[in-house]
């Protein structure tokens, strides 16, 4: 089975960035679309950003364009998301997640990472 676990999360300031990693194991990585998630206390889990298989198609939520890119590297099976001038509003636990290119459902979650940025 998919194993995911995220790393670089932290605490930073306004304008600050951070990126995260997302390393994946159990599976061959390059079947599967990629996503970034993130929750903030009392809130629901949000869609951040996704990747295709092949890394060609990027989405990105309209809070986060322009400032996140996210990225993947097939033969590192590894997920990244660059966050730059991240404001306290990007305050969350950020989740990566996995869809199988034949599926429509994911597949598995990582444990997700704190991500702080202080005002």
Known sequence: QVQLEESGGGLVQTGASLRLSCA???????????????????????FVASISWSGINTYYA??????????????KNTLWLQMNSLKPEDTAVYYC???????????????????????
Not at 24 to 46: I, K, L, V
Not at 67 to 74: A, L, M, V
């Open 24 to 46: 994946f194991s159990g599976r061959t990585f390059n079947n599967y679309h990629m996503y970034w998630f993130r929750q903030a206390p009392g809130q629901e889990r949000d």
């Open 62 to 75: 309209d809070s986060v364009k322009e400032r996140f890119t996210i990225s993947r590297d097939n033969a």
């Open 97 to 119: 997640a996995c869809r199988r290119t034949t599926a429509t459902g994911y597949e598995s979650w990582g444990q997700g990472t704190q991500v702080t940025v202080s005002p």
